[in-house]
């Protein structure tokens, strides 16, 4: 049975979190994410997040899949010992944390470990800056990180499985390209509209390895 999406807004509301930035804790982004991940998740999946921030969505997508295992992985030290904290806080077993950039993803895990990969990388290209450091890590990306991000998630999820990367309008072209580029096939497109402006803010893009060419565009999620 697939959680309601009412149960994960919940869930997100009642994790207890050490953040050391507002700019780390869950958004419309987390929240669209994890919506847009129930109907991927079976029992006993392993389940790869790339860039877990405090490690909220993996919290909150382990309380409502007690027998999957996930894993994050994030480069920032600071908040991979806050998503450390958090799991303890939170009381979840099923999840793991790892401290280190995508790109050496292969000495953790041999090729083909996940059964689903799921992500909200950072929104904007490396041309816009921003005055705290963390927030530039956490929201910035040039076009080789985009390369190494669909690179690695290729190397990590099993033959014909899903990639759910949630993307801003400004790397949507990228992650698209990069991902037929490298057999990762785009099969479901969901908009999310501004709740006010009624305008693309972001883009759930799920892809196959190696799957077909058929490409779905589903109902918007307003956020």
Not at 134 to 140: G, L, P, V
Request: glycine letters at 4%; one cysteine or more.
């Amino acid at each position: 049975m697939i959680p309601l999406i009412s149960s994960v807004e919940n869930l997100f509301r009642n994790l207890i979190l050490e953040t050391n930035s507002n700019t780390h804790l869950p958004n419309s982004a987390s929240v669209f994410l994890a919506n847009s991940s129930l109907n991927l998740i079976k029992d006993k999946m392993k389940i790869l997040e790339i860039g877990s921030g405090i490690g909220h969505v993996s919290l909150v997508l382990s309380k409502l899949f007690k027998n999957c295992h996930f894993t994050g992985i994030e480069i920032q030290k600071e908040l991979y010992e806050l998503s450390k904290r958090n799991r303890i806080i939170n009381k979840c077993e099923n999840v793991k944390f790892i401290n280190d950039n995508i790109a050496n993803i292969s000495s953790y895990f041999e090729h083909e470990s996940f059964d689903l990969i799921i992500s909200n990388p950072p929104h904007y290209t490396s041309g816009r800056e921003s005055l705290k450091n963390d927030r530039k890590i956490a929201r910035t990306f040039g076009e080789d990180d985009i390369i190494s991000f669909v690179l690695n998630s290729w190397k990590m999820i099993k033959n014909k499985k899903t990639i759910s990367y949630v993307v801003h309008n400004n790397t949507f072209r990228s992650f698209f390209y990069h991902s037929i580029k490298n057999n990762l096939e785009p099969y479901e497109i969901i908009p999310a509209l501004g709740e006010k402006s009624k305008n693309i803010q972001l883009i759930n893009i799920k892809v196959r390895k190696n799957g077909g060419k058929n490409l779905n565009f589903k109902r918007p999620y307003i956020i």
